[in-house]
């Protein structure tokens, strides 16, 4: 099919971007990497009156990796993230999301801010910025404001941001004391997953001191899975059977819908599986 009929628009800064979504914002689209609008243009499920494509707006292409923080500009590519070797050294669990999403064509067009603005909750990005307590930057012609994950996210396709303002940068915090784990099952390599989880554990002395798991695909938006977090508090890692508790935890938490691709029992069951794998992979243990 053909997309509809609609205005583009071409900004060449980010304040002329601004002032567009400031005369345009409620019957605009922002183009980023199209590897979403597209589609929903040309299956006319997207109507916008104005199209604004971002493309050539400077400086939203950044990638800054601090102490304790990775920051990537909205318009920075996913097949650069992936291939950036600081974020592997830092953030290997970021990097291997990365490399699971979708196949290198897209993800050599798909940015990052598309991707998170976009709030598919089969996306492997919103969860792990769940799993990382990360947050993005949004920006209007009135100033920038930082908003926690848990605070962007509302639910399928839907977040927080007004139409007036764009996605500028994303925030992943890099705890030193904790490491990531990132896994996901799909039919192909490619597909949307059925489930995915990304899981952060820090310890002292061998007992676990925090955690934090996600999950993808298994309800509207990113969840985090505050039932097997608390399990694991206090455990010893090195006891197999407490990891598969806090596995069967997860399980018990969540609510996954039946629909054609498989049941609710089922993607309990992957969860099981992957928090398992991913426990066990942190905990030096082959899986």
């Known amino acids: 099919m053909k997309p509809p009929v609609f205005e583009y628009r071409d900004p060449r800064s980010l ?6 979504l400031d005369e345009h914002g409620d019957d605009s689209s922002i183009l980023a990497g199209g590897q979403s609008l597209i589609p929903l243009l040309n299956l006319r499920l997207a109507r916008p009156d104005y199209v604004i494509d971002i493309n050539k707006v400077p400086g939203l292409d950044t990638i800054e990796v601090s102490p304790g923080c990775v920051r990537v500009g909205a318009m920075t ?23 699971n999403i979708a196949h290198p064509q897209i993800r ?38 930082w908003v926690s ?26 705890d030193q004391n904790f490491n990531y784990e990132f896994e996901e099952i799909a039919r192909r390599p490619g597909d949307y997953p059925l489930a995915g989880v990304c899981t952060g554990i820090s310890l002292d002395g061998g007992r676990v001191r925090a955690a934090r798991l996600s999950a993808i695909a298994i309800a509207d938006r990113p969840i985090r899975m505050t039932a097997a977090e608390s399990a694991l508090v206090g455990v010893d890692f090195s006891n197999a059977a407490a990891r598969q508790a806090a596995s069967q935890a997860a399980a018990a938490e969540i609510h996954p819908m039946d629909d054609e691709h498989g049941s609710a029992a ?7 599986t992957l928090v398992n794998r991913t426990l066990d992979r942190l905990a030096g243990v082959s899986a």
């Open 15 to 20: 304040d002329e971007a601004l002032g567009l």
């Open 77 to 99: 590519r996913i097949r650069r993230l992936e291939r950036d070797p600081q974020i592997r050294a830092v953030a290997p669990a970021l990097a291997d999301a990365f490399r």
């Open 108 to 145: 050599s067009r798909t940015t990052i801010g598309g991707n998170i603005s976009h709030a598919d909750p089969s996306s492997e990005l919103p969860g792990v910025l769940a799993a990382y307590d990360g947050r993005v930057q949004l920006t209007s012609s009135s100033g920038s404001r």
């Open 149 to 174: 994950w848990a605070d962007f996210f509302v639910t399928v396709f839907t977040t927080t941001r007004e139409s007036n303002e764009l996605l500028t940068a994303v925030e992943f915090p890099t």
């Open 266 to 272: 089922f993607r309990r069951g992957l969860v099981s």
